[in-house]
């Protein structure tokens, strides 16, 4: 079994930074692809960056040059960096792994952490 822990959020003024992580815990032979998701009050959850085994990075258009999504595999951990936020940025932020176990490779969601943008 694989659990994922979501650390990071908070309440931020428009214009400040936040750094979110995601660490992966469990019987973990390696992670491949990972991601970050938000789902904002009243809308369906969108995608917001994803990063391969190989270190390739893709982000929403709403939020290049803005956030940044690394990742550690030594400490089975992927962040989220995120500056010049803005209110529309206030969602719950979910992160996503495809890993694999001795068993195959299985899709999991971290349990979600809030991040308000307000003055």
């Known amino acids: 079994q694989v659990q994922l822990v979501e650390s990071g959020g908070g309440l931020v003024q428009p214009g400040g930074s936040l750094r979110l992580s995601c660490a992966a815990a469990?019987?973990?032979?390696?992670?491949?692809?990972l991601g970050w998701y938000r789902r904002a009050p009243g809308k369906q959850r969108d995608l917001v960056a994803t990063?391969?085994?190989?270190?390739?990075?893709s982000y929403a258009d709403s939020v290049k040059g803005r956030f940044t999504i690394s990742r550690d595999n030594a400490k089975n951990t992927v962040y989220l960096q995120m500056n010049s936020l803005k209110p529309e940025d206030t969602a719950v932020y979910y992160c996503?792994?495809?890993?694999?176990?001795?068993?195959?490779?299985?899709?999991?969601w971290g349990q979600g952490t809030q991040v308000t943008v307000s003055s």
């Open positions: 996503n792994a495809q890993i694999k176990g001795w068993s195959g490779i299985y899709d999991y």
């Open positions: 469990g019987s973990i032979v390696s992670m491949n692809g």
């Open positions: 990063i391969t085994s190989g270190g390739t990075t």
